[in-house]
């Protein structure tokens, strides 16, 4: 097979390697910046490879150290933020604080001071998660969970310094803190992190809060005034009887109509509210549509008899995927979601490399036109890193076909290709049982065991001699009266390297194959992220990956088809993406004065 990737030798890796560790020593640089300025740079192709192999490029990490939730996303004054778990002292989870980042594009990031660290008896061993609401008169405000000196989780709230800093730079703990504490039926170790608040129709904030009550997974409801005073509503937001606790809460409106986002107090006919929620038990996240009743302040879920089976929720993304928090981008009218993605490889892998966590790519969510899934895509603005180009049309894939996809870098790649299923014929029978572990099942049929239609998809981060690969794959079922579509990520063949979770994940596309005949699969590609939409966006798996060959050689990338039945590719488009600022500190990048 004739292969035109261009080539990464030892040597290239290790200089750029080298020059990224030149980067890593130099201080911050501190530059003043003002919205009204030109916005960052171009974007430059600098040191791809960071520490190591498994460093992102166009994924949201900190320059080193430890990353989890984000925290308080918020476009304000024409500067997007982002806020995060952060520990600033070690690539290890642990003394939890608050980092900042902020960007013009949601692309090139430039960090800044943590905006909150652990200095006070109410957060003393620890800054949580939380969120930013904005108030009248443009006013950000943080609301996060702190860890006490008695260790309780207690709700802390934080202002910016100085109002006319556009970045936001310094956040102010009023001495008046906490300003929730735990009521005595709580446990005082499962009550956190806040929501974003929203306004009712009596001039009243909201939020919500998660908390463990009586068993019951709960999303206990406060009130209040003045943003200061808080008040427990006698009725949570809702509970349920999901074992364990959840975490992270968002709370937030969907249209009924197009894609455009709402701002988070949006309460109106023509929309639907999501509640999802991220659980300790399974590390996964998932969501419920259902409708907020202003007169009780309840969340009414649409269908109340799945909803006591976390096997049955809707899930964000069927992959590496926590603690996901959204914002609405009044800029561009969308809710944009982000995640943590957290390594796959071990504590002794993220000591070496100095940092661990990433953030999943910034998504637009907004809710189906057929109103009972959301839909994710990654934000447009990706499109401004897209470079060489590969494009092919009208291919067909026999059984057993496997198209090289060369001419770019598939490291750092952003991949849509159509698949289009001539005849449904061979489909096999589905069992019901498979919707409550898709997982499973894609663990039993891989993409290498022959189907009736199916399994088809792409190979990627795949080395020469396929040893290491990532399959992200469909396949077609027949049910009673209609057809099953199951889509996998298999990380089973990632590495090579032993003491890596190298986990299979599943989940069912919503869409209508006996209508569409087409599924479409985009995925992102960024070292150590292998990140993928099914059905435009209608099942997201994230997934972490550490091929051994990236280091060395080429990696190469696949459409494939080991169903029977043959199937067409009428559009295959690849692009190598470039590496934009993400958290560097180097010389080249400041935001101007
Ligand atoms: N991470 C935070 C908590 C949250 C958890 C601590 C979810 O506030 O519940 O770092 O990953």
């Known amino acids: 097979m004739a292969r035109s990737n261009r080539p990464l030798s030892l040597a290239s890796a290790l200089i750029s390697c080298t020059i990224f560790y030149s980067f890593f020593v130099f201080d911050r640089i501190n530059v003043d910046a003002s919205p009204a300025a030109l916005p960052f740079p171009e974007s430059v192709e600098l040191c791809s490879k960071g520490v190591g192999q498994d460093r992102t490029a166009y994924h949201f990490q900190p320059h080193k150290y430890w990353l989890n939730d984000p925290n308080g996303p918020l476009y304000h004054n024409g500067i997007y933020h982002i806020f995060y778990q952060h520990n600033p002292k070690s690539a290890l989870w642990g003394n939890i604080s608050w980092a900042h980042s902020i960007s013009t594009d949601l692309i090139n990031w430039r960090s800044l001071d943590l905006a909150l660290d652990r200095t006070d008896s109410y957060d003393i061993n620890g800054c949580w998660s939380g969120s930013i609401t904005v108030l009248p008169g443009d006013r950000p405000v943080i609301l996060y969970t702190g860890i006490d000196s008695e260790n309780r989780q207690v709700q802390n709230i934080a202002f910016p310094k ?3 800093d556009p970045l936001l730079r310094e956040w102010i703990k009023p001495k008046y803190n906490p300003i929730i504490l735990p009521d005595e039926d709580l446990i005082v170790t ?5 929501t974003t608040a929203w306004l009712g129709h009596d001039g ?3 939020i919500t809060i998660a908390a463990l009550v009586a068993e019951m997974a709960t999303a206990l409801l406060y009130r209040s005034k003045d943003f200061v005073h808080w008040v427990r509503a006698e009725s949570p937001l809702y509970f349920s009887q999901i074992s364990g606790m959840w975490e992270c809460p968002d709370f937030f409106p969907v249209s009924l109509k197009g894609k455009e986002g709402l701002d988070t107090s949006v309460n109106a006919d023509n929309t639907k509210h999501v509640l999802k929620v991220s659980l300790m038990r399974t590390l996964q996240d998932y969501y419920i549509l259902g409708r907020y009743d202003e007169g009780r302040d309840m969340f009414v879920p649409e269908d109340s008899s799945v909803i006591d089976d976390y096997r049955v929720l809707s899930r964000m993304d069927y992959g590496n995927f926590y603690a996901s928090k959204s914002f609405f981008d009044k800029q561009k009218n969308r809710r944009v979601v982000w995640a943590w993605s957290n390594e796959s490889d071990s504590t002794s892998d993220a000591v070496k490399k ?6 999943s790519f910034p998504r637009t969510i907004w809710l189906d036109s057929n109103g009972k899934q959301l839909v994710q895509w990654p934000i447009e603005e990706i499109e401004s890193l897209r470079r060489e180009e590969v494009h092919l049309h009208d291919l067909e894939l026999k059984a057993g076909g496997l198209q090289d996809i060369e001419g770019i870098k598939a490291s750092q790649a952003d991949i849509e290709i159509e698949f289009e299923i001539p005849s449904l014929e061979r489909a096999e029978p589905f069992d019901p049982t498979w919707l409550l572990d898709p997982e499973k099942l894609c663990g039993e049929r891989g993409a290498f065991v022959q189907g009736g239609v199916g399994p088809f998809g792409l190979l990627v ?8 690969h990532t399959a992200i794959f469909f396949r077609v079922y027949k049910a009673n009266n209609s057809h099953m579509v199951l889509m996998c990520s298999d990380q089973r063949r990632s590495s090579s390297r032993a ?8 989940g069912f596309v919503g869409i ?8 479409s699969l985009r995925t992102l590609i960024d070292h150590s992220v292998v990140e993928s939409f099914g059905g435009g966006g209608r099942t997201c798996i994230i997934a972490r990956v550490y091929p051994e060959h990236l280091l060395t050689t080429n990696t190469f990338l ?10 067409k590719v009428p559009e295959l488009t690849a692009w190598e993406l470039a590496t934009p600022h993400v958290n560097r500190e180097d010389e080249n990048f400041a935001m101007p004065k």
């Open 190 to 194: 499962k009550f956190r992190d806040p």
């Open 461 to 468: 981060l795949a080395s020469e001699d396929l040893e290491e």
């Open 204 to 206: 009243h904030w909201r």
């Open 512 to 519: 209508d194959i006996e209508k569409d005949r087409r599924v």
């Open 499 to 506: 003491g890596i979770y190298k986990p299979t994940y599943g």
């Open 354 to 359: 100095g940092w661990a966590g990433i953030m």
């Open 558 to 567: 696949y459409a494939f088809n080991n169903g029977h039945e043959a199937v």
């Open 162 to 164: 100085n109002d006319s």
